[in-house]
């Protein structure tokens, strides 16, 4: 299977799909006070690149890279559809991030994910993403998990 990864918008309908998804498994795994997703508008702001992975015509995956003013980004909305996990997605849209990140030359990356997801916690750390404590306008949640990974 060939499969692409590149800037795209995030408003549409196979991708829109896929945020529904990934809304309804972070449902599934914590309580609303502890789901941190941005909407699909957050998605279209000026300093957000957004990767989608596909093959042919059929979303797979996608994530944001989310520009602070402090010359570090965030990532937001990573998610690889059910149906494509196993096919190391995750890894190529790390790349595809983590790229994005040296080209506008920003200082850290880092996220907040959730504490009952050990293959996205293990993904990051591959990376070499280490936890730090909140950051933004996080505040302490006991099933947050916040990382961050210094760029050269």
């Known amino acids: 299977m060939t ?6 918008p995030p408003r549409q309908p196979e ?13 599934s795994l914590y309580p609303a006070e502890s789901n941190h997703m941005v909407d699909v508008s957050s998605l279209e ?14 979303v797979l995956g996608c994530c944001a890279l989310v520009k602070a003013d402090d010359g570090t980004a965030e990532i937001k909305r990573m ?5 494509a996990r196993g ?4 890894r190529r849209l790390m790349d595809a991030i983590v790229k994005r990140s040296h080209e506008l030359g920003l200082s850290a990356i880092r996220l907040e994910t959730g504490i009952r997801q050990p ?6 750390r591959a990376y070499g993403f ?7 306008n996080y505040r302490p949640d006991p099933l947050s998990i916040f990382m961050e990974k210094k760029l050269s």
Do not use: C, H, N, Q
């Open 3 to 8: 499969v692409t990864i590149a800037l795209e």
């Open 15 to 27: 991708v829109l799909r896929l945020l529904k998804l990934s809304d309804a498994y972070a449902a």
């Open 45 to 58: 702001e000026p300093g957000v690149s957004f990767f989608v992975a596909r093959s042919s015509a059929v």
């Open 79 to 83: 998610f690889v559809d059910e149906a």
């Open 87 to 90: 096919l190391k997605l995750g």
């Open 119 to 124: 293959e996205a916690i293990g993904l990051y």
């Open 130 to 136: 280490t936890e730090i404590g909140p950051f933004g």
